[in-house]
Structure formats: C-alpha cells, structure tokens
C-alpha cells in the first residue's frame, strides 16, 4: 500500500492523530484541568472555602448522616432497576458505608450502596451520596456543582456521553491512538536528536509549527506514552469486562478463597449485628501506622455488609507519601478486632498501583502536581500544532483544487483549542453570575458550558471560509479575545460576588482560589498577547502560488 | 536541606545540564560562538551535560521516596529541554555563562 514503512506510519500518524486528536484535545485539556479539580471546586463553590479536614467522627457525625440517605440517587435506581430481574420493592437495604476523603479536601463524599435483589450482576449495589461539611456534618445543597471533581473531572475520561458508557470508549480509542501516535511519531521523525531542541518560529508558519510539534512531542514523550496507557489501565475492566462478564465462576469463587484466607466474608450472613465504635477503630489505625513510621489520616472508610453480623470495617491510610494508593486495615465490626491488614503488594500489582496513582495524583506534592499539570499542557500544544500543521500543508493545494477538507479541520481546531477554553471560562464566568439560590443551578452551569461551545463551534465554521482561499481563519483571533475577556471577567466576578478578591487571598495564603485567579489572570493575558499576534497573522495577505515544502 | 530547596537545586541541575547537552551539538554551539571547538570539547559538554542531570536525579532522590523522585525527574527533564529550546530560539546569549570557562579558539 505505501512505498515504505515510514509512509505508512506516516499516514497512520496523520489521519489517527487527526481523528481522534479532537478527542485527545478534550481528554488532554480537561485532565491538566483535573490535577487542579479540588481547587477549582473552592473556586466554584464559595462556602466551601475552607482548609482540607480529616475525617470526621463516625460515631458522632457520619453513623448519622448514612441513616439519612435513605435511597439511591435517581439515576442510580432507574439503572438498577433495568439490572433487576424483578421489580425493586419500595425500600432498599444500605449494605455499604463509604466516606472518602484527600489532603485537599475540605468537604468530605459519604456514600451508601444499596443491596440491588435479583440483579443479574453478582453483589450489585445502588449508590446514594451527599457531601458534607465535616466539621459539624452539615450537608451541603445537592445542585452546587463542583466544577473541578464534577464536571471537568468526568469530561476528561467520558466526555459525559454516559449513555453505555460511549464516552469513555472514545476516549479509551483516543489514548490508543495516543500511543500509535507516539510510537509512529518516532518512526517518522527523521532528526529526533538533531533537533532535539529545535524551536525556529522566524521562518515560514509551516516549519515553526512542526518544530513546536516535534519539541512537544520528543521532550514529553515519557509523559504523553505513561498517561496515556496508565489512563488507559484504570479503565481496563471497562474495556475488557472479563471479571464480571467472562471470567464470572472463577472470580466467586476467588471471592471466596481470598475470604476464607483473609477472614472478610464476601457475603452478609443473614444474622442482624450492631457496630463497635468506628473511632476507636480509627484511633487503633493511627496508632498502627505511627508504630510502623509511616504518616496516617484515615482517607477512606468503608463499612461492608451494614447491619450484618459480620460486618467489617475498612480504614485507608491516604495516600499524602507515595504514589500508589490503597494501604488498608480491616476490623470486625462487632468488636473492633483487626482480622486482615493488607499485605505488601506483589510486582504486577505495584506496577498497576504505580501507574493508576500517578495519573490519578493524590500524593501532597505541589511540584510534581504543576510539572505534571505543565505536562498536559505540553501535550495540548503538541496535539494544537498537528491541526495547524496539517491544515497549513494543505490548504493551497485544497484552495486552487476547491476542495474544504482544511477548512473543516480548521474549523474543528478552532472549536477544540479555543472554543474548548471559551466554554470553560464562560462556564466559570456563568457560576459566578447566576444567583446563589437559583434552582438547579448545576443544570444552568452545565448547559452554559455547551452553549458556548457549540456557538464557539458555529463560530469557527463561519469564519473558516477564508481557510477556502488559503488564508487564516479570523476565528482564532476573536476566539483568543473572548478568552481574553471571559478570563477577566471570571476574576472580577470572583471578586465581587464574594469578596474574595487576590489581595484578600494572596495575604491569606488561601491558595486553591488565589491560585485559580491567577492562573485566570494569566490565561487571559497569553490569549490577549496570542491575540494580537494572530489578527496581524490572519490580516496577511497570501502569496498567490506559494511554494509547499514537504517537511513531512 | 529542606525538599523545596533541593527541589529547587534539581530543576537548576535539569535545566543547567539540557543547556550543556545542547551546546555539545554544532547547530546550537554556533548560536553562542562565533568560534569552532575541537572533538574533545564537544566530549566534554556531553559529560558535563550527562553528569548534570544524574546530579538532578540524586537530588530528586534525595527530597523524595524513589518513586515519586522518578516522575518527579522525568517531568524535570521535559520542562527543562523546553526552557533551553525556547531561550535558543529566543535569547541564545542566555546560554554563554554556561560555557564562559571554554577557551575562545580551540
């Protein structure tokens, strides 16, 4: 089919990198967004603006707060019922506490699994959940939405297409496609040490372009292989449902094995029992992990089969020193008697442990937590000078043909680069704006995020007509400008709605919101500079036959 | 040492390191001299440069568990080879200092 191996991954690296890098560009951008999602969160969430807790008392606080949550939430009940052979009676039985926590959280997630009877699925749960203000346990109103963990966070690994899960298989093709492109990126780079740090934006668009492509490329390419399959690894049982599709006998019965060797039952027994107190259990782990040296808060807390006889309780070490996570000791409920801590982890497991914990970052370490947001970024770069690289090789040759291929992919640049940041800031900029107790405010937020988008998206088409002549698309300009200004706004929105103001939280060191500010500050002033230079740039006028150079 | 300094120590080791590797090639050694160096010179940024970054890792090494240090090293390396390609496209003189005790003719 091609004349040599280079050609043909070439052209795999070309038309793979150009499908699936609007989705890469989405996945790439949101999650740099999610290294800073707690963050973001404060930022959105003004009452929230209060420094990371522990957790809380379970005797005092949370027993009272899971008796609360009497059912699943909506959308988890109509799933259930679709798995239920049966319909489900009215009331469903809590099999499951589960309250968890980071060294950046000042709320804390508590959440109930309901039993699901007559599932086809074996041990299915319903989940219902509330977030709470640990210090008194307050609940916090269901439709604020956490911008960062709630709405960037699941954009970044499903797009929110949740219908069969689409989203996450587009993105989990993506990251194949990352790392086809990373592997046929190297195969094609013909100068991959002796350009290794070749940046000459002075020359022709073409040439500047693709040396950013390559420096972005090469220099991160430890980053943009490990995230993509370490991503790609948290969502194997997605993508290759054997343990609960093919493989069903034989997990039962290593369920029961591993009880058997651990002593935590893998099913209620039937019997009614009632629950020692939960803090002393959790005393008893902070003394366990003092004696070992290693520091302790409880980062997860798990209660299985509630209200069994042999319910046990599971207390997480968080996960502030290293990379893996999941560290647990397991106490028998009824008396508060440790039955199983878990043991040092084999090889494949410390291998998947590493690499889950390092794209999912809840260690306390601010510096690897910016060189990884810089990471993504890097990726984003490289992914935006692949679109302007392949429409500016094409688009005089498209434009004396007449033909619009570089018009659309220009246009569908335009929408992921700059209408992706349009859509974000307008989404910012729209929580601020709207009243405090508007209803179903999350839903406001939301449909603010998509509406803009999609006019950042009706935008670019419309502007891309100049790409038909050969020359550059305006939109990338006017987009820039929006970000400029909606960057601006956010901030001065921040300000004025709650007092907030950078004075007031530079002083304070209140960094999760000064943090976002400034990053907004900045955004704003890149996009005005980028600008500037791109409305000179799309006011050019082209050479009538321009000669193409083959770079590629 | 306090994390953060060495930290800080190892961003200076990545960066300082990347700029000696860079100049150890002639396509960027003339952006800072006007004047040719000989073969061992070139051996000698190369070692230089190599020596740098192993002095990173160990700082890394030293501020943090091992694997954390190793992400910790790899994005170092990324953002320090981007920092020297922009100050070569840019402000090349930048990088004199580095090679200021090299004699001037070789």
Known sequence: ?552 | MPDALLLAAALACTVIGMGWLSLAMDVHWIQVRATRRSPRMVIILRVLGAASLAASLVLCLLADTATMAALVWMMLLAVAAVTIALVLSRKPALLAPLVAAFPQSP
């Not at chain 1, 943009?224 to 493989?247: E, Q």
């Not at chain 1, 070992?292 to 502030?320: C, F, K």
């Not at chain 1, 603010?448 to 670019?460: D, E, G, N, S, V």
């Not at chain 1, 007509?465 to 305006?474: F, I, N, W, Y």
């Open chain 1, 1 to 552: 089919m091609f004349a040599n191996f280079r050609l043909s991954f070439a052209w795999l690296h070309t038309w793979f990198g150009l499908v699936l890098g609007f989705v890469l560009m989405a996945a790439f951008f949101f999650g740099s967004l999610s290294v800073f999602d707690r963050e973001i969160d404060r930022w959105a969430l003004p009452e929230t603006r209060i420094e990371p807790q522990p957790m809380p008392s379970f005797d005092t606080i949370l027993a009272s707060r899971f008796a609360e949550i009497a059912a699943p939430e909506p959308e988890e009940l109509a799933a259930a019922s679709k798995r239920s052979t049966q319909p489900l009676p009215e009331k469903l039985k809590p099999a499951l506490f589960g309250a968890y926590t980071t060294h950046r959280d000042p709320v804390l997630d508590v959440f109930v699994g309901f039993e699901v009877p007559n599932s086809t699925l074996p041990n299915d749960l319903a989940y219902g959940s509330v977030v709470i203000d640990p210090r008194d346990g307050r609940k916090l109103p269901k439709d604020r939405l956490a911008l960062g963990s709630a709405f960037f966070y699941p954009m970044h690994y499903s797009l929110h297409f949740t219908w069969y899960d689409i989203g996450m298989w587009i993105v989990g093709l993506a990251a194949m496609a990352m790392l086809a492109a990373v592997v046929s990126g190297v195969v094609m780079h013909r100068k991959i040490f002796r350009e290794f740090f070749t940046f000459r934006p002075g020359k022709k668009l073409l040439r500047g372009t693709l040396d950013l492509h390559n420096l972005t490329g090469v220099v991160a390419l430890p980053f943009h292989f490990l995230w993509a399959l370490s991503g790609l690894i948290i969502f194997a049982g997605v993508y290759f449902p054997v343990f609960d599709k093919m493989l069903q006998p034989l997990v039962e019965q290593h369920e029961r094995e591993e009880a058997r060797h651990t002593g935590l039952d893998a099913e209620p027994s039937g019997v009614p029992g009632t629950l020692a107190s939960v803090d002393a259990m959790m005393i008893a782990a902070k003394d366990h992990w003092v004696s070992r040296g290693v520091p302790g808060e409880v980062g997860y807390l798990q209660v299985t089969h509630v209200g069994s006889s042999n319910a046990y309780v599971s207390i997480y070490r968080d996960s502030t020193d290293r990379v893996a996570t999941a560290e647990g000791l397991h106490f028998q409920g009824s008396t508060g008697r440790v039955i199983f801590e878990d043991p040092p982890t084999g090889a494949a497991e410390t291998v998947n442990g590493f690499l889950t914990g390092m794209h999912l970052q809840q260690f306390r370490h601010w510096t690897l937590r910016w060189l990884i947001f810089v990471g993504g970024l890097l990726s984003c770069v490289c992914i935006t000078t692949g679109f302007i690289f392949f429409v500016e090789k094409r688009k005089h040759v498209h434009a004396r043909q007449g033909t619009s291929g570089s018009r659309w992919v220009d246009a569908l640049a335009v929408t992921t680069v700059t209408g992706m940041m349009v859509a974000t800031l307008a989404t910012l900029v729209m929580n601020r704006a709207l009243p405090e107790d508007l209803a179903n405010r999350d839903l406001w937020e939301k449909s603010t995020f998509w509406i803009a988008w999609l006019t950042a998206l009706t935008h670019a088409l419309w502007r891309s007509a100049a790409v038909l002549q050969a020359r550059m698309s305006k939109a990338w300009a006017e987009q820039s400008w929006a970000i400029a200004a909606l960057g601006a706004v956010a901030v001065v929105l921040n300000a004025a709605t709650t007092g907030d103001h950078l004075g007031r939280t530079l002083m304070a060191g209140y960094w999760p919101v000064a943090g976002v500010d400034l990053m907004l500050i900045a955004s704003a002033c890149a996009a005005a500079i980028a600008a500037r230079k791109l409305r000179a740039r799309a006011a050019e006028v082209v050479p009538v036959n321009p000669e193409v150079p083959d770079y590629a």
